[in-house]
């Protein structure tokens, strides 16, 4: 069982910066393809970054320049560096654990922007 627990949302104005943490227990983030989703009240859950065993890092268009994921083996936490946010981007912030046919998601983090 792998359990994941994410940190680091808040309220911020327009144009400002957060960081999200997702630290990983009961399994390694360097086996698995990391991800982090967003949902928006109303609305699905969807796929922001996600990065792969290899370290290749994938975007949605919407923040692409603007978030970066990463990831550091020794600490086994995911990072979701977000610049510039715009108010489209509040939503409940999720971490996911992928491995083969396996997920494992977090609770959540609230992400809100002001305008």
């Known amino acids: 069982q792998v359990h994941l627990v994410e940190s680091g949302g808040g309220l911020v104005q327009a144009g400002g910066s957060l960081r999200l943490s997702c630290a990983a227990s009961?399994?390694?983030?360097?086996?698995?393809?990391m991800a982090w989703h967003r949902q928006a009240p109303g609305k699905q859950r969807d796929l922001v970054a996600r990065?792969?065993?290899?370290?290749?890092?994938e975007y949605v268009d919407s923040v692409k320049g603007r978030f970066t994921i990463s990831r550091d083996n020794a600490e086994n936490t995911v990072y979701l560096q977000m610049n510039s946010l715009k108010p489209e981007d509040t939503a409940i912030y999720y971490c996911?654990?992928?491995?083969?046919?396996?997920?494992?998601w977090g609770q959540g983090t609230q992400v809100t922007v002001s305008s």
């Open positions: 996911r654990y992928h491995l083969g046919v396996t997920d494992f």
């Open positions: 009961g399994g390694s983030v360097r086996d698995a393809t």
């Open positions: 990065i792969s065993r290899g370290a290749d890092t």
